[in-house]
């Protein structure tokens, strides 16, 4: 019940704009117990989606003040960032990559996310050398006050992946686009 309700009030800080201030809402903090089945705990350097030719090496993103998911910075918009207070891909959970759709007038790590399609494959490099091979089962584009937090950061039964940006239409007046684009992906064995 405590779950629901963390989750429910996190949906409230919703992903208001790439390159605007507001970024994904935290999730609430996986158990341990969760990733004693999946590979060990590894950080993830580098990124590269081949089917969109997005390269990328991998920031760690931690909380704003305001317990929402920092983005990377918007003048850096090839840039993509893990939270780092999720599971590191390969662990059992799911892992979380924000990217921007764009920045600083220019397009960014994930302007194409939204081409992907189930069954491409996303590589995600790890510190410890591992070099993991994701596919992708699901791209969804979502209202951003719509945000599906618990199929994101919910717990899940295998080593999955996130990818998001921003989507939809642009709202000039507001500095921000009124969607999120979710890439969801499993760990391919």
């Known amino acids: 019940m405590l779950r629901r309700a963390l989750l429910i009030a996190v949906s409230a800080l919703l992903l208001a704009g790439c390159g605007a201030t507001a970024t994904p809402a935290a999730p609430p903090p996986a158990p341990a117990a969760a990733v004693a089945a999946g590979l060990s705990r590894s950080l993830p350097t580098a990124l590269d989606v081949p089917a969109i030719d997005a390269k990328s090496t ?11 998911v920092e983005v990377p910075p918007v ?90 940006t921003c989507g939809g239409k642009y709202d000039a007046a507001n500095r921000n686009y009124l969607d999120n684009v979710i890439v969801y992906a499993k760990l391919k064995r």
């Open 58 to 68: 991998l920031v760690s993103l931690g909380l704003n003040p305001d317990r929402t």
């Open 75 to 164: 003048d850096q918009p090839l840039q993509a960032g893990w939270y780092e207070y999720g599971p590191t891909p390969g662990e059992i959970g799911p892992a979380v990559i924000l990217g921007h759709i764009d920045g600083d007038h220019r397009k960014g790590i994930f302007w194409r996310l939204h081409e992907l399609k189930p069954g491409d494959p996303v590589h995600v490099d790890r510190a410890d050398g591992g070099k993991l091979t994701f596919e992708v089962t699901k791209v969804d584009q979502i209202a951003k006050k719509e945000f599906p937090t618990e199929a994101v950061y919910g717990n899940t039964s295998d080593a999955e992946l996130r990818l998001i």
